[in-house]
């Protein structure tokens, strides 16, 4: 049997600037391939949750980075995924939606079904995830529990600051100014 997997991985993917909040949400379910009928009728529950008002019928050049994070996170999680990936966009927007993302992703879990989370926030790690993986330079360096992939970052976050700290200052580069990759 085949699980229905839903994505929300850039803010804004397949959102048509031109169009309406609307028209996008219908957009959006032709490329999560529900039926027109289905999308329609999930329609009022999306906009509603979006929370964007007058503003679902205005372009989405219109909106702000967080009002596209807000109607994609509605779109994403209005067909009960089996699986749904989740890339930093939970960050965005106000603390207010934050906080009801985080509830209707704990509410996604509890259900039984899987979500899969990238993020820089460890917080959300320690606080949501059952199992981390821990990804440096394309490469799979830990996975395990929570905490111990988060203390591993931690560590290896460290270690990078230092030695970028030890290169900058022998090549006579004001450690401050050196960005940690």
Not at 90 to 112: H, M, P, Q, Y
Request: glycine share 8%; proline share 3%; charged share 25%.
């Amino acid at each position: 049997m085949v699980g229905h997997v839903s994505r929300l991985l850039t803010l804004g993917a397949g959102f048509d600037k031109e169009l309406t909040g609307r028209e996008n949400i219908l957009l959006g379910g032709a490329f999560l391939g529900l039926d027109d009928t289905v999308t329609r009728q999930l329609l009022p529950s999306i906009i509603e949750y979006a929370e964007l008002g007058e503003f679902i019928e205005a372009p989405m050049r219109t909106y702000s980075s967080g009002m596209r994070a807000r109607l994609g996170f509605a779109i994403a999680t209005s067909v009960d995924p089996d699986i749904l990936l989740l890339d930093e966009v939970l960050a965005t927007g106000d603390a207010n939606f934050r906080e009801k993302s985080k509830a209707r992703v704990i509410e996604i879990v509890g259900a039984a079904k899987a979500v899969v989370l990238v993020t820089h926030d460890m917080n959300w790690v320690t606080e949501y995830c059952n199992r981390a993986i821990l990804i440096e330079k394309g490469l799979m360096v830990m996975e395990g529990e929570p905490a111990d992939v988060v203390e591993m970052h931690r560590v290896h976050t460290e270690e990078a600051r230092v030695r970028a700290t030890e290169a900058a200052t022998k090549a006579g580069v004001d450690p401050r100014i050196v960005q940690i990759r």
